[in-house]
């Protein structure tokens, strides 16, 4: 079945570093593609989306690109905050509105 | 702005009771979903409905039930609390027109089974 793969956590970085979490999945077709952000004691809340190859989602400093031939779809920011301390979760659209998540990624960003 | 909106942040029960998780949207949503979220395994889909009375299995439905008597309100319910149950629940809701599939989370409901 389709399912969603990320790179394991704690990620720990410096402000103002780069960032790169790892995104891949395996579906039939070509779902739509999602990054969703849970900060500390809330729920989540979608970052950025991209909804065919080649696409570029974008939000908040946010970047990932929709790569069908690697099947990939990771999420990149060039300077991280302090506030972008957070749980990272890669999403697949799964059919029927359903979206099947990755494990996330936990980010922890030091002054 | 959308508003999702859970009973409880934190609940703690005992092994055996009947918990009900209440989940509630403003936006006219039609469809609704119950998920848990366990440290390294994501979110896994409890149940679902795409409408009014609706419900369909997602994941891991075992030792859980839910009722959607009214469009705004999706339950879910623990029939007898074990404590393997414990974990945060996340409700969320969605459109299904536009093709947007983004969907709405609430704050969550750490449930303590004890």
């Known amino acids: 079945g ?23 999945y395996t579906a039939t077709g070509y779902p739509s593609l999602f990054w969703y952000v849970q900060y500390p004691g809330e729920g989540l809340q979608l970052l950025l989306k991209a909804t065919k190859a080649d696409d570029k989602g974008s939000n908040k400093g946010f970047e990932a690109t929709y790569r069908k031939e690697t099947t990939s779809f990771h999420l990149e920011k060039g300077s991280v905050q302090v506030s972008d301390s957070a749980v990272y979760f890669c999403a697949l659209e799964g059919g029927y509105n359903k979206l099947i998540f990755g494990a996330g990624t936990r980010l922890a960003v030091h002054p | 702005d959308v508003k999702v909106t859970q009973s409880s942040r934190y609940l703690v029960k005992r092994t055996g009771e009947k918990v009900f998780l209440e989940c509630v949207q403003d936006m006219d949503h039609e469809n609704m979903f119950w998920y848990r979220q366990d440290p390294g395994l994501g979110l896994r889909l409890i149940y679902f409905s795409y409408d009014v009375k609706m419900k369909e299995k997602g994941d891991i439905p075992e030792g859980y039930s839910v009722s959607r008597e009214k469009k705004e309100r999706f339950s879910l319910i623990l029939e007898s609390a074990s404590t393997n149950q414990t974990s945060m629940y996340l409700c969320a809701s969605t459109l299904t027109s536009g093709g947007s599939y983004e969907q709405y989370f609430g704050p969550g409901t750490r449930l303590t089974v004890t």
């Open chain 1, 2 to 24: 389709d399912s969603v793969t990320q790179m394991e956590g704690p990620v720990t970085l410096s402000e103002e570093a780069f960032l790169t979490i790892n995104c891949t």
